[in-house]
């Protein structure tokens, strides 16, 4: 599923944060210590190799909302944003920190003046944030955004399973549904 808006292209599909072949940057969902973990931070990790680990010690630890950026090593993309995102029954205002995270992302893919970047669903694994309501925040802070990206041409959510999917694409079409 995609949209054209302003001659950028938001997407979403199914598919591995570690094989976004074509797109600058992957977006990790990260730990505090930019860590090899589970879950996407634990894929990133195994496929980029041990080299990414050894960048994120330099730049950890980061707070909820922040976002750094390292390169891609072993994966097909040149670097990797890493976030932090709100563990969702621990935070005050989850969704304003998750929406800091897309915010930051965006922000430091235009620094480095990169034209696509594939997002996972920042937050929606093991720190609990709802799946409807954390793609709502991604999708509706991409269409706040994408009128000051000079650079970011391409922006790809990448939702790991079918039933993802069909949550993803059902929040898309609410929030893109103008430009459908």
């Known amino acids: 599923m995609k949209v054209e808006i302003e001659g950028k ?3 979403c599909i199914k598919g591995d944060i ?3 072949v074509g797109f ?3 977006v990790n969902a990260a730990n505090r210590n930019l860590a090899p ?3 996407v931070a634990g894929a990133i990790h195994k496929v980029a190799g041990s080299h990414l680990y050894e960048e994120c010690r330099k730049l950890a630890p980061i707070k909820t909302g922040e976002a750094v950026i390292t390169a891609g090593f072993n994966l097909p993309n ?3 944003i890493h976030t932090l995102g709100p563990v969702y029954t621990q935070e005050e205002n989850p969704q304003e920190k998750l929406k800091q995270c897309y915010r930051n992302c ?3 893919a235009e620094q480095n003046k990169l034209e696509s970047v594939a997002f996972c ?3 929606c694994g093991i720190f609990g944030y709802p799946l409807e309501e954390g793609l709502m925040v991604a999708f509706c802070t991409f269409l706040e955004e994408i009128s000051h990206l000079k650079f970011l041409k391409r922006i790809r959510m990448v939702l790991y399973n079918e039933e993802a999917l069909r949550v993803g694409e059902s929040v898309f079409k609410e929030v893109f549904k103008e430009y459908l």
Do not use: F, M, N, P
Request: glycine share 14%; net charge positive.
């Open 121 to 123: 669903a920042i937050s």
């Open 37 to 39: 973990g589970g879950g």
């Open 9 to 11: 292209t938001v997407e």
């Open 24 to 26: 600058d940057a992957v």
């Open 78 to 80: 040149r670097y990797v």
């Open 18 to 20: 570690t094989k976004q």
């Open 106 to 108: 965006l922000k430091i």
